[in-house]
């Protein structure tokens, strides 16, 4: 047992984007794997999406892109952040497309022009009559989790602007969660992220959307310890035993993304729910078990009924932050990939 294993299941990859692409359709499944997809594995992740019929990748920044040309030669790859001049050449070399966020239209590149419609951050507020370079007019919205009135009005203010444009261009608006509740957002195309992932973009249960999780994270108690009344565990004393109290020290801490305001959650040690006490260390963190036990037991981090929207509850957090600062690189950790 590696004492951090994530293990990422590529089937379950592929069922979500096939779910996806069934619920969008005729609209296109663009899968978003910027962040080494989400914490998940960007090439294969996208090779599995690619499968479930995903159509073409996402990534930030024209460095992901590259990266993911040397694994995937075949698929359209859009970088959806900004493009620095510097960088321009290396996109071609890729054959990379790009979103222009600003009247710079790059020219021997496919471009995507982004509308600001109510997002408040990369765009045009207004839409210019675009180069011969562009394929495609893009928008995003700010509240599709959280606010559907302001997000059909931002879809209202795209449609508009762009409905003169709508045979030319490829019209794309909607991430995960418009892609999943509000049908008028797919139009042409959904890049789509989060639910790739098995993740509820609303942080609730993905299973209502017919999503499954792909990412199992794994440890082992290390150390069992039994506290006597008035001991304590980890920095900060911050947990200190009423009773006499068993405790598994898991060796796996907040430079493995087990962040420190994780304090409280539950993870499953040998098969049973288990929370987590005291202040969680860069390496280690401290769960309290029913009784006596062995070192040695299976701890589920993520998987076997926890989720990372639940954790997220915890952290105050999204699972799309937990989901990308998980690390199980070699020397720490392990990250094994399987499929099915
Ligand atoms: C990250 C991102 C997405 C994907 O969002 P999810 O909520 O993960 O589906 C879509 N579009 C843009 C512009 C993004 O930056």
């Known amino acids: 047992m590696a004492r951090s294993l994530v293990t990422i299941d590529l089937a379950a990859i592929r069922h979500n984007a096939r779910v996806l692409a069934e619920r969008i359709a005729p609209a296109e499944l663009w899968a978003v794997v910027k962040a080494d997809g989400y914490g998940h594995g960007a090439g294969d992740v996208g090779g599995a999406a690619l499968d479930g019929g995903a159509s073409v990748l996402c990534v930030a920044s024209v460095g992901e892109g590259i990266e993911l040309r040397k694994a995937l030669a075949q698929p ?102 418009a892609a999943l509740t509000i049908p008028e957002s797919q139009l042409d195309a959904a890049r789509c992220g989060i639910a790739l992932y098995g993740i509820d973009p609303f942080g609730e249960d993905p299973a209502r959307f017919g999503l499954r999780p792909a990412l199992r ?47 409280g959650t539950n993870v499953v040690v040998d098969g049973r729910r288990a929370p987590v006490v005291g202040t969680i260390s860069m390496d280690a963190l401290a769960v ?53």
Do not use: N
């Open 76 to 177: 359209r790859i859009l970088v959806l952040g900004p493009t620095g001049d510097d960088e321009l050449a290396h996109a071609c070399d890729a054959a990379l497309e790009l979103v222009a966020l600003d009247e710079r239209v790059p020219e021997d590149v496919p471009v995507h022009v982004k509308l600001d419609t109510g997002m408040g951050r990369w765009g045009l507020s207004e839409f210019e009559v675009p180069g011969r370079s562009v394929v495609g007019v893009m928008t995003h919205l700010a509240t599709a989790d959280t606010d559907a009135g302001f997000a059909a009005w931002q879809l209202e203010r795209f449609r508009q602007a762009t409905e003169p444009y709508a045979e030319r261009y490829v019209r794309h608006a909607a991430a995960s969660a």
């Open 288 to 340: 309290r078990l029913e009784g006596p036990a062995e070192p040695g037991a299976v701890v589920t981090l993520v998987g076997d009924g926890v989720t990372l929207e639940e954790h997220a509850r915890v952290a105050d957090t999204i699972a799309y932050e937990l989901a990308c600062g998980i690390r199980a690189a070699p020397g720490r950790g392990r990250t094994r990939v399987i499929d099915g």
């Open 217 to 263: 994270w794994e440890s082992e108690v290390a150390q069992v310890r039994r506290l006597a009344p008035g001991e304590s565990t980890g920095y900060g004393r911050r947990f200190v035993a009423t009773e006499e109290t068993w405790i598994g020290i898991v060796p796996v801490g907040y430079a493995d993304g087990f962040r420190r305001d994780l304090t």
